[in-house]
């Protein structure tokens, strides 16, 4: 994998191992890497270098301190046509304009991932709809059970939060571009606490915020370094298993996984400036095939909206 940055200390605390570099300027690189180089960095002050990994993932880019969100300078690249890499990863400690699903703020602290990935499958892929959520909420699972003392222990409320104890410490989006029926590209956005927890105003939707660390048997067992590693490796994992024909494997995974099967909840009209209207309420029975619910004495499935746990 092929290392950008303009700070070698925070590359350092991802990955530990990393100790050759050289000036980006004195290297040969692909000329698709430098619209990223480009809009990811403040400064053309950058250090380059190389090791070897099991996974998939090509190059990473990696910043102390992101100006804009990540996920959003991916997006409007994509959105212009701009070729990129393959098999990219960004990584910011923190950063300004972080958000999650239709642009909810996500307060970003240092020692906390914020990840960006882009895929070209340049294929057609099932329920691409919601494909990619899926693929990384069960990537995030998957990497939490490697944390010694959390292993089973976190869910995934609908859609897309990622729970401890009843207590949000990830998030993840996803968007595609398409071609008729084939994904040409693909971004996975993945906010997770590791180290600190964000002073989050509580609501009906998130009650409250943690990280890894207020769980994990000890601060170390939850090392930045250490979960961003395994995340690399199951999300390259996941990735590979989807465009493989994989879905209802990973999708499997969503479901046993899943909070809210068999309880109480409210699903509200999912507007940020408006108050938010119940559509739906009653015991959640079932997850469909493209992450639609269906809830007990409804006949229709419901496809959209913020949802509410009733205890």
């Not at 698709?32 to 190059?59: G, N, Q």
């Not at 119940?278 to 809830?295: H, P, Q, S, T």
Request: aromatic share 8%; net charge negative; charged share 25%.
């Amino acid at each position: 994998m092929k290392i950008i940055t303009d700070n070698i200390a925070y590359v350092k605390r991802l990955l530990p191992g990393v100790d050759r570099w050289q000036a980006l300027d004195s290297v040969k690189v692909d000329q698709t890497v430098r619209p990223l180089v480009d809009k990811l960095f403040s400064t053309s002050e950058l250090s380059y270098a190389e090791i070897h990994t099991d996974s998939s993932w090509r190059y990473l880019f990696a910043t102390a301190h992101a100006a804009r969100s990540q996920y959003d300078t991916l997006s409007e690249l994509c959105e212009r046509g701009v070729p990129l890499p393959d098999h990219v990863l960004c990584m910011a400690d923190y950063g300004t304009g972080f958000h999650g699903f239709k642009n909810r703020s996500w307060v970003s602290l240092p020692g906390n991932i914020h990840l960006v990935a882009y895929m070209t499958p340049q294929k057609e892929l099932a329920h691409v709809g919601v494909g990619f959520i899926v693929m990384a909420v069960a990537a995030v699972l998957q990497t939490l059970d490697t944390v010694p003392g959390l292993s089973g222990r976190a869910g995934v409320k609908w859609v897309n939060d990622i729970l401890l104890d009843g207590a949000k410490v990830c998030g993840v989006l996803a968007s595609c571009q398409m071609q008729r029926a084939r994904v040409d590209g693909a971004i996975v956005g993945i906010g997770m606490n590791v180290e600190s927890a964000p002073e989050a105003v509580a609501d009906l939707f998130v009650p409250r915020t943690a990280c890894l660390r207020d769980f994990a048997d000890s601060d170390q067992a939850c090392r930045l370094d250490r979960v961003f590693y395994e995340l690399a490796a199951e999300l390259d994992a996941a990735y590979r298993r989807y465009c493989d024909g994989g879905y209802a494997e990973l999708l499997r995974i969503y479901r046993e996984r899943s909070v809210i099967i068999g309880k109480m909840a409210s699903v509200r009209v999912d507007k940020v400036d408006a108050e938010p209207e119940e559509m739906v309420a009653g015991k959640v029975l079932r997850i469909g095939d493209n992450l639609e619910l269906y809830l007990e004495h409804h006949s229709a499935p419901v496809s959209s909206g913020r949802l509410i746990l009733k205890n």
